[in-house]
């Protein structure tokens, strides 16, 4: 089975930069991806690393340590439309479907 | 490109009833598909896996017999909540793999949201 660990709430101010963190286990590993959730909304796909190292994608940058089964997800700049959920997911097999930490909800005021 | 739709984007039936949700890929093929179910404030759950032409792969604790998944074609998965209760209120999100060309992504229809009264 897998399981993923992230914090539950972040709150942040606008302009600021915050990091939301993921731990997980799974049986296999194919990639840790990131996704955003707006209230009522679908997922929307943020980034995936496979690999070890820092992915940067403008304001969003996400990180993975396979050794450490350990990922996150660096969001600067912040906004206030970045207020959302954040769901990092991983995939223990090859094509197989994706699942989902509990989720972190940010909270950016002004 | 990689759109998927789900329909309908909302419904409100009463206790008893059946409800058929569709998930299509608009401009690729699905070979496989997804169903999750979102409870408010929680996270995404895995119901079932589905590949076109195959039975689905419920999760554990997923009752087949009430959740009735159908992949007929590349392009079309559907999901029938059968004799529907209260608790079954939820927000149902399908997702849709194209073969071998994005093995590692997933593309997300926009959801239903299903009230049973």
């Known amino acids: 089975g897998q399981s993923l660990e992230q914090p539950s709430e972040v709150t942040a101010v606008e302009g600021a930069i915050v990091q939301i963190n993921c731990t997980y286990q799974t049986s296999g590993f194919y990639g840790l991806s990131w996704y955003q959730q707006h209230d009522g909304g679908a997922p929307t796909f943020l980034s995936y690393?496979?690999?070890?190292g820092l992915e940067e994608t403008g304001r969003f940058s996400s990180f993975l340590s396979r050794s450490d089964s350990y990922g996150y997800l660096l969001l600067q700049e912040l906004q206030m439309k970045d207020s959302a959920s954040y769901f990092c997911a991983v995939r223990d097999g090859a094509g197989t479907a994706l699942i989902f930490g509990k989720g972190t909800t940010l909270s950016v005021s002004s | 490109g990689a759109v998927v739709s789900q329909h309908p984007s909302w419904v409100i039936c009463k206790s008893g009833t059946s409800v058929k949700i569709e998930c299509r890929s608009l401009?690729?093929?699905?070979?496989?598909m997804f169903w999750y179910r979102q409870f408010p404030k929680q996270s995404l759950m895995l119901m079932a896996t589905?590949?076109?032409?195959?039975?689905?792969?419920?999760e554990q604790g997923v009752e087949k017999d009430k959740f009735l998944i159908n992949h007929a074609s590349l392009t079309l998965s559907t999901l029938t909540v059968t004799s529907a209760h209260p608790e079954d209120s939820s927000f149902y999100i399908c997702?849709?793999?194209?073969?071998?060309?994005?093995?590692?992504?997933?593309?997300f229809g926009p959801g239903t949201r299903l009230t049973v009264l």
């Open positions: 401009d690729f093929q699905a070979t496989t």
């Open positions: 690393n496979a690999l070890d």
């Open positions: 997702s849709a793999r194209e073969g071998a060309r994005s093995y590692n992504e997933q593309f």
């Open positions: 589905s590949n076109e032409g195959s039975k689905a792969t419920y």
